[in-house]
């Protein structure tokens, strides 16, 4: 039982451009949502979250998108650098109707390529 | 801030061996949680702790699978008997209640021979 997917295994963006990488869930109990960037044998880096409450949040050229009613969310880059070339993980939590957040549960990820 | 670390990169060891892991968190973290992620998926949740207690396990965490944090900063996972399908990478993260935003170690590769 997937509850996190992407179902885009890689995206291929030219350097300058907008890259989109989508996410769904299934899960209504999530609440806060996750992007983490990770390069090979290395940990995921955490890049930017947004909460239930919220349908957009914004940091830098990094811009997470929530649609609630759909249970989708999306990341935006722009402008993509080739640096950003790695694989990008969507991850979601759930507070149990509490104040803290427990495990994440992560989707498949989606390998970027930033072409200069 | 260090950032959380973990010890050692990478272990290989014949089958039936037993692994023992080690991660030390961000200091000012109370909770810490235990990932495992296998080629083309993302990480797997196995189990996390607030301070020392165990709060959660997955069904993936067999009886050969063990963790501790008796001190409530630095833990251990501990893998008995190790099986060819234990081969990945083990990944720890730690993070500070109320933020569901938890920070990730390098991780420990493990190859079962």
């Known amino acids: 039982d997937q509850q996190v997917k992407q179902n885009s295994p890689s995206l291929s963006v030219q350097e300058g451009r907008i890259s989109i990488l989508n996410c769904d869930y299934t899960?209504?109990?999530?609440?806060?949502f996750l992007w983490y960037k990770k390069y090979p044998a290395e940990g995921p880096t955490f890049l930017i979250s947004?909460?239930?409450?919220?349908d957009k949040n914004e940091d830098g050229r990094f811009t997470v998108f929530l649609n609630k009613s759909a249970k989708h969310l999306s990341l935006h880059i722009v402008p993509s650098q080739p640096g950003d070339s790695a694989v990008y993980f969507c991850?979601?939590?759930?507070?149990?109707?509490?104040?803290?957040?427990?495990?994440?549960?992560f989707g498949q990820g989606t390998i970027l390529t930033v072409h200069p | 801030d260090t950032g959380v670390s973990q010890d050692p990169r990478h272990k290989i060891t014949k089958r039936g061996q037993n692994v023992t892991f080690r991660c030390d968190p961000i200091?000012?973290?109370?909770?810490l949680y235990w990932y495992r992620q296998t080629l083309g998926q993302g990480p797997e949740f196995l189990t996390y702790?607030?301070?020392?207690?165990?709060?959660?396990k997955s069904r993936l965490l067999s009886d050969r699978f063990s963790a501790e944090r008796p001190k409530g900063s630095f833990s251990t996972l501990e893998i008995q008997r190790t099986e060819q399908g234990d081969s990945a990478m083990y990944l720890c993260?730690?993070?500070?209640?109320?933020?569901?935003?938890?920070?990730f170690g390098p991780g420990t590769r493990l190859l079962v021979l």
């Open positions: 993260a730690s993070s500070l209640p109320p933020t569901g935003t938890q920070y």
């Open positions: 702790f607030q301070n020392e207690a165990q709060l959660e």
């Open positions: 991850a979601a939590s759930d507070s149990a109707g509490g104040t803290s957040y427990g495990k994440l549960t």
């Open positions: 200091s000012e973290h109370n909770r």
């Open positions: 947004i909460s239930s409450i919220k």
């Open positions: 899960n209504s109990m999530f609440d806060y």
